[in-house]
C-alpha cells in the first residue's frame, strides 16, 4: 500500500520553490540518480513529499561539501537502515505474539 507522502503531486517549479533550490538543480539530482520523480504520460516530472524530503537531504549534504557519488551512498545507506528498522519492528512485534516473557524470578542460584 502506497503512503500518501508517495503521491506524485508537485510540478517541477513548485518543488524547486518549496526546496528552495532552481529548477535546473533537481534536473540535475534526477540526472545524477539521486532523485527519482514521477513522470506523467507527456514526460512531465511530479515530485511528492517523499521526493521533497529526499531533495532537501540532498541540498543538506551539498551544503556540507560532499560530492555527488557520496551522497548517493549516504542515502543508499539510509534507505537500507530504515528497512532494517522497519524490518526489525515487524519481527520484534510478531515474536511478542508468540514467545512468553522470560521469568524474573531465580529459583536457584549458581557460585562458583
Do not use: C, W
Not at 13 to 34: F, N
Not at 87 to 108: D, F, M, N, Q, V
Amino acid at each position: 500500500m502506497k503512503n500518501d507522502d508517495d503521491q506524485p503531486r508537485y510540478v517541477i517549479s513548485v518543488a524547486a520553490e518549496v526546496a528552495g533550490i532552481h529548477p535546473q538543480t533537481l534536473r540535475g539530482y534526477e540526472r545524477v540518480g539521486l532523485v527519482f520523480p514521477a513522470r506523467t504520460s507527456g514526460g512531465g516530472r511530479r515530485y511528492s513529499d517523499a521526493d521533497l524530503i529526499r531533495v532537501a537531504r540532498v541540498a543538506e549534504l551539498t551544503r556540507l561539501g560532499m560530492s555527488h557519488v557520496g551522497i548517493k551512498l549516504v542515502l543508499d545507506l539510509e534507505d537500507e537502515l530504515r528497512g532494517l528498522r522497519t524490518a526489525l519492528g515487524a519481527l520484534s512485534r510478531s515474536s511478542l505474539h508468540h514467545h512468553r516473557a522470560p521469568s524474573a524470578r531465580i529459583t536457584r542460584r549458581i557460585t562458583p
